[in-house]
């Protein structure tokens, strides 16, 4: 059975303080490991795909990261606006094609 | 381009009442799905969908069902609701699942049933 879990639960950060969050997942043949913000209220955004171990993608303060176990969200001088929840997900190559496993999300804070 | 749709976004409803949520996807997407999420668990699959006519069980399936007769609408049925039910309510869309595109989703429907 797939697994995702992320850590820590709660970051609380001060606006420009770098930091990473952390999702550790056990998969039978990963597909792809998802990142997602996800704001109060609304549905969760896509914000990265990674395929394969040693992968990296960036887009504004944010860098993903992908091992054989892990991967890393890296977030540099954040700012206020990137308080949201944040939540990784695994695509298996068992089973059924199209499911994801989600961990249960890494809530940070950004305060000025 | 709206994306994906959901109504109502919010619904009260009394145990053993039926109710269907409305999502719809304007991005001709052959895959959509709904997920359920509730404190503390990860987003849980409910039911899923290939294609028009073609539908399958997720991870969390009882009491709903699902039907596709078009590529845009994938409507979610409680048959009989259960305080167990209480959730936020979530339909996703991908443009297939024979590759691993990523999900967009719907802002949600929140559900309370008493």
């Known amino acids: 059975e797939d697994q995702v879990t992320q850590s820590p639960e709660a970051l609380r950060l001060q606006e420009g303080e770098s930091s990473s969050l952390n999702c550790s997942y056990t998969v039978s043949g990963l597909r792809g490991l998802f990142w997602y913000r996800q704001d109060p209220g609304k549905g969760p955004e896509f914000l990265f795909t990674?395929?394969?171990a040693g992968e990296e993608k960036e887009k504004e303060r944010l860098k993903a990261t992908l091992t054989k176990k892990e991967s890393f969200l890296h977030i540099t001088a954040p700012k206020p606006e990137d308080s949201a929840t944040y939540l990784c997900a695994v695509q298996g190559e068992t089973g059924t094609a199209s499911k994801l496993t989600f961990g249960t999300g890494t809530r940070l804070q950004v305060t000025l | 381009n709206a994306g994906v749709t959901q109504t109502p976004k919010f619904q009260v409803l009394k145990t053993g009442q039926s109710m269907t949520l409305q999502c719809a996807q304007d991005m001709n997407h052959e895959y959509m799905s709904w997920y359920r999420q509730d404190p503390g668990m990860g987003l849980r699959l409910i039911h899923y969908?290939?294609?028009?006519?073609?539908?399958d069980q997720g991870e969390v399936p009882n009491g709903y069902n699902v039907s596709r007769s078009t590529t845009e609408d994938f409507p979610l049925r409680l048959l009989s609701a259960a305080p167990s039910q209480t959730s936020v309510y979530f339909c996703?869309?991908?443009?297939?699942?024979?590759?691993?595109?990523?999900?967009?989703f719907g802002d949600g429907t929140r559900l309370s049933i008493l």
């Open positions: 996703a869309s991908s443009y297939s699942v024979a590759s691993n595109q990523p999900q967009h």
């Open positions: 990674l395929y394969s």
């Open positions: 969908s290939v294609g028009a006519g073609i539908t």
